[in-house]
């Protein structure tokens, strides 16, 4: 016969036991409906970013193609504002100029593009990106030993998405240093007086017949004359920069001018990449306040095709030290700007 102590507290136990069954099922269906609910949300948004992400690089691409092609085909407003000590109000650009001041599409000033490395987040995040994007700007010199310059931020691949990292790629020229060559000589350049009778006013030793050049079997001379007044002597240093295929391949040079002329004692050899003439000007200008200068270049002919020679005059902002002959011409460069959100 069963208690009725004992029957009451058997009927609580199966009471509890109901009640705990029922609240972890309630947990249990709670914990997945809330898994369901994240899963799907996750799957919205992803779904959301696959949309809105493709928008966002397109817009980037017009947005960095347009800043591009403004950047290679305009000089900027005002033209001169790499010379301006306040960039207020400039519009950036990179463009040369020719003589009639106009831009020259394609075209990479190196002036300007020195400037821009110093106020590259004003004129290009600020101006042209309104400091939504990050930007770089690569210069990468082709077939020459310029080294590439890189300015802006710095975009590391292994943080960015590489989907959203849009690159522009152009092919520009650059002039560097080219305005700064007085005397150029270029590969085939032969105004050799040997060959060329109507070049024959270029050089001062035309008629005088023991130093007239005539007398140079196997070679050529190539003589170009210039002018240099005593101020532009007293502002900067000159030098000549001579290419590897033209040092210590039998070649030389002479300098003379207008009332002096040199004689073949005085021939030197070209056996340096770069030759100070400062000594030999300063002479000059102790007692002359401008002078027309001829340069004498005996190349051997089977060789002259290789010749490569500026003379330049370089002031004392320029670090020489850096500098060889390909940095005064003109250079095929690749220009590239790279941009992600």
């Keep these: 016969?069963?208690?009725?102590?004992?029957?009451?507290?058997?009927?609580?136990?199966?009471?509890?036991?109901?009640?705990?069954?029922?609240?972890?099922?309630?947990?249990?269906?709670?914990?997945?409906?809330?898994?369901?609910?994240?899963?799907?949300?996750?799957?919205?948004?992803?779904?959301?970013?696959?949309?809105?992400?493709?928008?966002?690089?397109?817009?980037?691409?017009?947005?960095?193609?347009?800043?591009?092609?403004?950047?290679?085909?305009?000089?900027?407003?005002?033209?001169?504002?790499?010379?301006?000590?306040?960039?207020?109000?400039?519009?950036?650009?990179?463009?040369?100029?020719?003589?009639?001041?106009?831009?020259?599409?394609?075209?990479?000033?190196f002036r300007k593009i020195e400037t821009l490395k110093n106020s590259y987040g004003d004129l290009i995040g600020k101006k042209i990106f309104n400091n939504r994007a990050k930007s770089f700007i690569g210069l990468y010199p082709v077939g020459c030993s310029i080294n590439s310059i890189f300015i802006g931020d710095l975009i590391n691949y292994s943080n960015e998405s590489v989907s959203n990292i849009v690159v522009v790629n152009r092919t520009v020229k650059c002039d560097f240093y080219r305005d700064l060559a007085i005397v150029s000589i270029n590969n085939g350049d032969e105004f050799s007086?040997?060959?060329?009778?109507?070049?024959?006013?270029?050089?001062?030793?035309?008629?005088?017949?023991?130093?007239?050049?005539?007398?140079?079997?196997?070679?050529?001379?190539?003589?170009?004359?210039?002018?240099?007044?005593?101020?532009?002597?007293?502002?900067?240093?000159y030098y000549f920069f001579f290419n590897d295929d033209s040092i210590n391949k039998g070649n030389y040079w002479l300098m003379d001018n207008i009332k002096n002329l040199s004689r073949d004692e005085d021939i030197k050899n070209i056996d340096s990449e770069k030759i100070n003439l400062n000594n030999y000007f300063s002479e000059i200008f102790e007692n002359e306040n401008s002078m027309l200068f001829y340069v004498h270049f005996k190349i051997r002919e089977d060789k002259i095709n290789e010749f490569n020679c500026v003379l330049v005059g370089v002031n004392d902002d320029i670090e020489i030290d850096t500098l060889n002959i390909d940095y005064f011409k003109e250079q095929v460069c690749y220009f590239v700007m790279m941009a992600c959100y």
């Excluded at 085909?73 to 009639?100: C, D, K, R």
């Excluded at 007398?215 to 007293?234: L, M, Q, R």
């Design 1 to 109: 016969m069963i208690k009725t102590d004992d029957f009451n507290k058997n009927t609580e136990i199966i009471t509890d036991s109901r009640g705990i069954v029922f609240s972890t099922d309630f947990l249990l269906t709670l914990l997945l409906f809330v898994i369901v609910i994240g899963i799907v949300a996750n799957i919205i948004d992803n779904s959301n970013e696959k949309v809105l992400n493709p928008l966002e690089v397109a817009e980037l691409e017009r947005l960095t193609e347009t800043a591009v092609d403004n950047l290679l085909n305009n000089p900027g407003s005002p033209p001169n504002w790499e010379n301006m000590y306040s960039f207020e109000g400039v519009i950036p650009g990179l463009a040369t100029q020719n003589l009639m001041n106009e831009g020259v599409i394609n075209t990479v000033s």
């Design 193 to 237: 007086f040997k060959n060329f009778d109507n070049n024959r006013t270029l050089c001062n030793h035309e008629t005088i017949n023991s130093l007239n050049h005539s007398n140079a079997n196997g070679y050529s001379w190539v003589c170009k004359k210039f002018k240099i007044t005593k101020n532009e002597f007293e502002n900067n240093n």
